[in-house]
């Protein structure tokens, strides 16, 4: 397992929660990180990523203001703070990482996923 995702839970809309993803030896070469959701007969979108090498991040339209990707450098683990959540919200988030020299939100942009995490807001 090259990723592993913590913190997923059941909250109240207007909540919040702050997911967390580890990322194993394997993709230390990486340029990218991101947070993905898939949705209940929906696609797997891109919610949020992070340029590595800097402090760009791009978020999705949907997520803007509400949501917040962050990197603890020193402990390897990068982390979405999700403010403001909404019954929409609610699906199986994942991590992932990209080696591309391009950090966009596009799903297949990217090399290794975790296993994902559930968050249900009702």
């Known amino acids: 397992v090259q990723l592993v995702e913590s913190g997923g839970g059941s909250v109240q809309a207007g909540g919040s929660l702050r997911l967390s993803c580890a990322a194993g030896?394997?993709?230390?070469?990486?340029?990218?990180m991101g947070w993905f959701r898939q949705r209940p007969g929906k696609d797997r979108e891109g919610l949020a990523v992070?340029?590595?090498?800097?402090?760009?991040?791009v978020y999705a339209d949907s997520v803007k203001g509400r949501f917040i990707i962050t990197r603890d450098k020193a402990k390897d683990l990068v982390y979405l703070q999700m403010n403001g959540l909404q019954p929409e919200d609610t699906g199986m988030y994942y991590c992932?990482?990209?080696?591309?020299?391009?950090?966009?939100?596009?799903?297949?942009?990217?090399?290794?996923w975790g296993q994902g995490t559930q968050v249900t807001v009702s």
């Open positions: 992932a990482a990209g080696f591309g020299t391009e950090c966009d939100l596009r799903p297949g942009e990217y090399d290794y």
């Open positions: 030896r394997y993709t230390y070469r990486r340029n990218c």
């Open positions: 992070l340029w590595i090498g800097g402090a760009t991040t």
